[in-house]
């Protein structure tokens, strides 16, 4: 019946459809074979869903971090100055930034001055850090210029200053509010250094997406901070920022060679790459723990076929002896279990995707329904949970699914396929 025929001959795939669908009193497993797809589904499903928030949690964590921070903090070493005074402070800090505009590949240099400080407000008070940074400067940083996520006029920011929504909430402030900034560095006096209190006015309100900037960051005009934190004529650090922060590690010994003897360099994989390198371990665990989780239910696929072999042993017996080959019977069997895993796969892709697309209405939900507080920003330093759809995350999904399905149902198939036909009938 077989001989001469091609692989995947049509009677094959209608035999295992046959069998497939065949309810329990006509000897099918249907409940076996529905609880293996749902098992493939649910795990795929899962698989797709955590590649998809893990790539899209490091995705925004790295954006909010180039789009807030400088991708290369350039600083000086300490160094005796001819007062005979230590310190860390750039004098010539206009040439140098000169030289460092001039490094293939840099974008826009940044002096800063900056300093640590007690913002206070007739609701309250909270330390922050101040950036003395350039207007035309501060205009041009990602996550601090969005009109659509901020208040205020960045165009008056010469006028006063600009704080992130997190200190604007503890300090109960708003666009037009004035609030006290307090150095404990002030003005130096015979009698010692006494603070420096001085009033700005809110022109600019920013939310930069993360919580720890949002909380804590002020920005002020650089010559006034030049002058609030006693920086006349110099800067402490550079902000800089090139074309591909990916690979910033390249521009090390340019950037190096332009700062001089006494430069000093802080990317923003240095500050963050612990931090990244243990998401990517994370990343790795994730994918083999789902992996299993995979292989357990492409388990239930053999449990079902072998079940399905023992239920069909006198129809194996009966085909054989018609001209059936042992290929024909393992292939019959193979497409049971590969369907199942096809089919499940295929569920579990797309509830995966739409989980990814739909993940904002559906963390509201979830959120709504536990009464709120689900994501603390504090802790997890982003404002909600981000999802990234990549394709290579899929594809290594269903190629592991698939895999795994295809694999393990070669086993009870090749039962299937060596059962003697003698023995299967001999008690018929």
């Known amino acids: 019946m077989a001989n001469g025929t091609a692989p995947f001959a049509p009677f094959e795939w209608m035999i295992a459809w046959r069998y497939l669908r ?6 099918g497993v249907s409940v076996m074979t529905w609880i293996s797809l749902i098992g493939i589904t649910l795990a795929v499903f899962a698989l797709i869903a955590t590649l998809s928030v893990r790539a899209g949690f490091r995705a925004e964590f790295v954006d909010t971090i180039l789009g ?3 991708h290369v903090t350039v600083y000086s070493s300490t160094y005796v100055t001819d007062q005979g005074l230590s310190t860390r402070t750039i004098p010539d ?15 826009r240099v940044a002096p800063l001055v900056k300093g640590q400080v007690m913002a206070a407000s007739t609701a309250g008070n909270s330390g922050v850090e101040v950036f003395g940074i ?18 205020g006029d960045i165009a008056r920011f010469p006028e006063g200053i600009a704080i992130g929504s997190g200190v604007a909430r503890d300090l109960r402030v708003g666009v037009g509010d004035r609030i006290r900034l307090i150095s404990p560095d002030g003005v130096k006096t015979p009698f010692g250094t006494s603070p ?12 930069a997406g993360r919580y720890d900037i949002d909380r804590t960051r002020v920005y002020m005009p650089f010559a006034e901070a030049q002058s609030y934190f006693n920086r006349e004529g110099v800067a402490d650090e550079f902000e800089v920022m090139v074309d591909d922060p990916e690979r910033v590690d390249d521009l090390t010994p340019q950037l190096l060679a332009a700062g001089g003897e006494r430069a000093l360099l802080w990317s923003w994989r240095d500050a963050s790459g612990s931090f990244l390198r243990a ?11 789902l992996s299993i989780l995979v292989l357990i239910a492409a388990m239930n696929i053999v449990s079902g076929l072998i079940m399905l072999v023992k239920n069909k042993g006198r129809d194996i017996g009966i085909l054989r002896t018609m001209g059936l080959t042992e290929g024909a019977v393992l292939r019959v069997f193979f497409i049971c279990g590969a369907f199942v895993g096809l089919i499940g796969t295929a569920f579990g892709v797309i509830l995966g995707c739409l989980f990814a697309i739909w993940i904002d209405p559906i963390f509201s939900a979830v959120n709504y329904l536990s009464g709120g507080g689900v994501w603390d920003p504090s802790i997890r330093g982003i404002y909600e949970l981000p999802a990234k759809l990549q394709a290579r995350d899929v594809l290594s999904a269903v190629l592991l699914s698939l895999g795994l399905s295809f694999v393990v149902t070669i086993f009870p198939a090749r039962r299937a396929a060596r059962m003697n036909p003698v023995e299967a009938l001999r008690y018929e």
């Open 22 to 27: 065949a309810r329990r009193a006509e000897g």
């Open 68 to 70: 807030a921070n400088a």
């Open 93 to 107: 800090y206009e040439a140098l930034a000169e030289r460092l505009r001039q490094v293939p590949g840099v974008t």
């Open 134 to 151: 350039a207007p035309a400067d501060l205009a041009t940083i990602p996550r601090i210029a969005d009109p659509d996520t901020a208040l």
């Open 196 to 207: 420096r209190v001085n009033a700005y006015e809110i022109v600019y309100v920013f939310s």
């Open 279 to 289: 998401l990517d371990i994370e990343d790795n665990v994730m994918f083999i723990i």
